[in-house]
């Protein structure tokens, strides 16, 4: 099968809507998004407000928004998200147009936003499509070569069947998972955010999930910090205590 040769999730605008002098008009924008959060107020109409007011750019509000949650979901996450370590006690169940999409975006060198929550979030929309790109089998390699080291004993991946290509996916990953020596499941259901929702061990950087979900690890970000040190990242992870999720 031939891969695309591709920079998913790529914007040439990025280096000018996320310079150095960029950021800092975002993370003071950042400031009174949580404010108001924390106050009650909703999102869409916060982020349209204060982006209206410091001139954001879509991209700069969909990482703004991407990046900020409220103290209380703060907390809740940091409370439910466990160690690395407990990777090895039981089976972990994987986001896994989620996880995967993060790693090529990385691999791309395109834009990764490190959030409040310490979770690292792609901005490649792709809303419902999906292919097989260049990065793909390194993304998977780096996945399980990080299983390995954690001593994973299972895992189950949920793919969104509508979403394109998804069968391919399972195909793909089913591929390098004949290399990983665990159990190995890639399961296509009509919508993998119902069937995660509830439950623990989860992987994903999706901020409903994490509200939802009973325990979650973050193991996107350790996979970028360990094997792709040229990432992208715009740090938006800044608390008034210095604290954040990290990744355990």
Not at 142 to 166: R, T, W, Y
Not at 211 to 223: P, Q
């Amino acid at each position: 099968m031939t891969s695309k040769t591709t920079r998913r999730g790529f914007d040439p605008k990025d280096c000018k809507w996320f310079s150095e002098q960029a950021i800092e008009k975002i993370k003071l924008a950042q400031q009174e998004v949580q404010w108001l959060l924390d106050k009650g107020y909703k999102m869409g109409a916060i982020i349209d407000f204060v982006g209206g007011h410091y001139q954001l750019s879509s991209r700069q509000r969909m990482a703004l928004q991407r990046a900020t949650a409220s103290k209380l979901q703060y907390s809740k996450r940091k409370s439910t998200m466990l160690s690395l370590e407990s990777a090895k006690d039981s089976c972990i169940y994987i986001d896994g147009f989620n996880l995967i999409i993060t790693l090529e975006v990385a691999l791309s060198g395109s834009i990764l936003i490190l959030g409040n929550d310490g979770v690292l979030r792609d901005l490649a929309g792709l809303r419902g499509t999906y292919s097989i790109i260049n990065h793909t089998n390194t993304a998977l390699y780096f996945i399980g070569k990080s299983f390995a080291q954690l001593a994973v004993p299972e895992v189950k991946f949920f793919l969104d069947a509508p979403v394109s290509n998804s069968a391919k996916l399972r195909s793909r990953i089913l591929e390098h998972a004949a290399e990983w020596a665990i159990p190995v499941e890639v399961e296509l259901v009509p919508n993998a955010d119902i069937v995660l929702a509830k439950r623990a061990r989860i992987v994903t950087g999706d901020s409903i999930l994490l509200d939802e979900c009973s325990s979650w690890l973050n193991i996107s970000r350790k996979i970028v910090d360990d094997y792709i040190k040229d990432a992208w990242l715009v740090n938006l992870m800044v608390h008034e205590d210095g604290s954040g999720c990290n990744y355990g």
